[in-house]
């Protein structure tokens, strides 16, 4: 899904209660995805994103505006790479939204970012490569985020209630989060080319948190686990 026109987005949705799967969403000249669901208080539930490529994109991969209990978007199971400045954004009407076992990389720019104060934003079982920026920025100091690969070329691995980090230990100490987290390269196959795929030796394999009741599969439709335990990122490993 490609349109290479000015600010013009892949895909827009503005209705709770949707789906977006299966897609092949690059070079959009606005952002790959933009989702709203509180904008129709008419439609509760959730939007699911899951199972697409997204990349190339002049204005971040996925962006989610207003979002609470009631409307949110759950996005899972997603490739994500090299879109211009963030691969998700989400704004700071933005509360309740679930990030689960996508696999991100950037080149350039950085993974996730929270803007604002919204609360209750759920990320685990990702796996993230920023070249030289962070990996997830939180200015709301409200996330909660558990069993994440994160890997940066760059300084600060985490910016978390606007305080940088770089530094596990003392990230897990101030924030309470990422118990389970590991900030170490995930070792996908090629992801300057499309595969994320895990390598044999990554220390994502086995790692991840359980979210069977959410979804039981990975991207390519796999059963989660393949191991003992839930892999981090899109794809399950197989030997």
């Known amino acids: 899904m490609r349109n290479g026109a000015a600010n013009v987005n892949g895909i827009t949705l503005n209705n709770a209660n949707n789906e977006i799967y299966d897609n092949e969403i690059y070079n959009n000249g606005g952002k790959g995805i933009a989702l709203n ?12 994103v899951y199972r697409n490529k997204i990349y190339d994109n002049s204005n971040y991969g996925i962006i989610i505006g207003g979002a609470d209990t009631n409307r949110h978007a759950r996005i899972y199971n997603n490739l994500m790479w090299d879109n211009t400045n963030y691969a998700v954004n989400i704004l700071d009407s933005s509360s309740a939204n679930e990030i689960y076992s996508n696999s991100i990389y950037m080149s ?3 993974g996730i970012i929270i803007q604002g104060s919204p609360s209750g934003n759920t990320m685990k079982d990702n796996a993230i490569w920023v070249n030289t920026g962070y990996t997830i920025r939180d200015n709301s100091g409200d996330i ?3 069993h994440n690969c994160l890997y940066t070329g760059g300084f600060s ?3 978390w209630n606007t305080n940088s980090y770089s530094d596990i230990a003392t990230y897990r100490t101030d ?4 118990t389970n987290s590991m900030w170490q390269d995930c070792l996908f196959i090629n992801p300057s080319n499309g595969d994320f795929r895990l390598q044999s030796s990554s220390p994502a394999i086995d790692t991840g948190a359980d979210l069977s009741a959410f979804f039981t ?8 686990p ?3 335990a839930w892999d981090i990122g899109a794809y399950e490993y197989i030997p």
């Not at 669901?37 to 699911?48: D, S, V």
């Not at 599969?217 to 989660?224: A, E, H, I, L, Q």
């Open 37 to 48: 669901p509180n904008y129709n208080t008419n439609y509760n539930g959730i939007i699911k």
């Open 108 to 110: 350039a720019g950085h």
């Open 144 to 146: 909660v985020e558990n």
């Open 157 to 159: 691995t985490v910016i």
């Open 175 to 178: 924030s309470g989060q990422g």
């Open 217 to 224: 599969t990975d991207k390519d439709g796999v059963p989660r």
């Open 226 to 228: 393949q191991g003992s």
